[in-house]
């Protein structure tokens, strides 16, 4: 089975899969005996060869899908050398929290060397009132109408941009891009440099959830709207891969992305490796609905009075069913996406 009712299970079944078919692994040690783990699938890596990666659970309850569609990989016959890195933040998929254990969102703390951990955004310091308030969830309150206001305001794709796209501003607040590398991020950066070191091309893959159609697949290309790249991926992906555009309904501008930042380690090395990451949604329920959960589950953490580790909580099983719904058309759905993602990524690789 490829879903797993939990974090532990899905580590497991990582585990002993790997195991069973003595593949090359490792692992990394991260707070309360989590880990991040990775594998390499398919053929002998050769050097200077071309490698396809698969990541995910950056945003930690967000791996359920992303786990399965790794796990489910593991049983095909990969004709590639493949690294499938697994569970980028376990404690946030334990915790059924898309932040990690710094309540940092991880997907906005890869700031290039040398780039500040501080925003100063006027949108976002006017919404964080209404994103973050110092209470726990529940009650009879205005979110709704309010949300309406801003976004009359201001414009849907300001809201989207200010709220999304990464804060430093407020610690205890949602989207926060953290104040400096998280560790799990140092030791992933570390163990891909190492691994992919020699590579001449690599298609990466990092699998998330809660963006777009209930069940379906939305594929972004990372980078600048590069036309000749967009194309080439259109052409492995299908036409429905988008950009990082920020006119993009589907997508917004982020600050301190993963993939961004494995660009420009790519670019810069004396054997510079062409990388291109693409960023994997797998649909649940429209975007409000999905910040209204994970507003509520921060509020829970923060000034909640929950016991450390559980998530017997109607704001945690909101965020579950937000990032990887109960449901079994959706996980059908979903595990149907990862052998087509994995034959555009080969399309990728020789385009
Ligand atoms: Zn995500």
């Not at 002998?44 to 945003?59: C, D, K, M, Y």
């Not at 004709?79 to 990690?100: C, E, K, Q, S």
């Not at 992305?257 to 291109?276: M, Q």
């Amino acid at each position: 089975m490829s879903f797993s009712k939990d974090y532990q299970q899905a580590r497991d079944n990582f585990r002993t899969a790997n195991a069973a078919a003595g593949r090359r692994t490792g692992s990394a040690d991260l707070v309360d005996g989590l880990t991040i783990d990775w594998t390499w699938a398919g053929p002998e890596r050769t050097p200077q060869g071309n490698v396809i990666v698969f990541t995910s659970a950056l945003h930690g309850v967000e791996g359920f899908g992303g786990s399965a569609v790794q796990l489910d990989l593991l049983t095909r016959s990969l004709d590639v050398p493949t690294l499938i890195v697994h569970v980028l933040n376990p404690w946030g998929m334990a915790n059924y929290r898309r932040f990690n254990e710094n309540n940092v969102d991880l997907n906005r703390n890869f700031l290039a060397p040398g780039v500040e951990y501080s925003t100063n955004d006027p949108t976002y310091a006017a919404l964080d009132g209404l994103l973050n308030p110092e209470s726990p969830p529940g009650g009879v309150e205005l979110f709704w109408p309010n949300v309406a206001w801003v976004v009359a305001r201001h414009g849907y794709q300001a809201l989207k941009n200010a709220v999304v796209g990464g804060q430093h501003q407020n610690p205890k607040g949602i989207f926060f891009g953290g104040h400096r590398l998280e560790r799990g991020p140092e030791l992933l950066l570390a163990m891909l440099d190492e691994q992919l070191d020699d590579c001449a091309r690599v298609v990466h893959v990092d699998l998330h959830s809660g963006l777009g159609a209930f069940g379906g697949r939305t594929v972004l290309l990372d980078g600048e709207a590069d036309p000749a790249r967009l194309s080439r991926a259109r052409a492995a992906f299908g036409v429905e891969v988008k950009g990082w555009d920020p006119s993009n309904l589907q997508a917004y501008e982020i600050r301190g992305g993963l993939l961004e930042e494995l660009g420009r380690r790519a670019a810069i090395k004396a054997r510079p490796t062409r990388y291109d990451g693409f960023t994997c949604e797998f649909g649940t329920l429209s975007n409000l609905a999905v910040l209204a959960r994970v507003r509520a589950e921060n509020r829970l953490h923060h000034w909640g009075t929950l016991a450390p580790g559980s998530i017997d909580h109607w704001a945690k099983m909101g965020m579950r069913e937000a990032f990887a719904p109960l449901d079994a058309s959706w996980e059908a759905s979903v595990l149907a996406h990862g052998p087509a993602l994995y034959t555009a990524a080969k399309a990728m690789l020789v385009s």
